[in-house]
C-alpha cells in the first residue's frame, strides 16, 4: 500500500524555544518531537491554541513531526 503524503508549509517558532514552542498553519495536528537519536519523546495533539508545551524537555536540538489527514510537515527546533 502506497500512501501519498502532502507536504506543507508550517511555521515552528520562537526559535530557540523555552517552554511553548508555536505552529502556524497547522492546527489540531498530531505531533511527535524526535530527539537527535531518532528516540520520540513527547508526542499529542497540537493545542486549540496552536502550542506546544516543551518546558520539560532537556535543552538540546529536536525534531517536531506533525501529521494531520493526509499531510505530513518535520522542521527542526533547538529547545533551551
Known amino acids: 500500500l502506497f500512501l501519498m503524503w502532502k507536504i506543507l508549509h508550517v511555521n515552528v517558532f ?4 523555552v ?6 498553519n497547522f ?17 499529542g495533539f497540537v493545542s486549540d491554541k496552536n502550542a506546544i508545551e516543551v518546558s520539560t524537555l532537556d ?12 499531510a505530513v510537515a518535520q522542521r527542526t527546533f533547538i529547545k533551551l
Open 14 to 17: 520562537p526559535a530557540p524555544s
Open 19 to 24: 517552554n511553548v514552542l508555536m505552529i502556524s
Open 27 to 43: 492546527n489540531n495536528a498530531r505531533y511527535e518531537i524526535i530527539d537527535i537519536k531518532g528516540a520520540v519523546i513527547l508526542q
Open 59 to 70: 535543552q538540546g536540538s529536536y525534531f517536531v513531526r506533525l501529521q494531520k489527514e493526509d
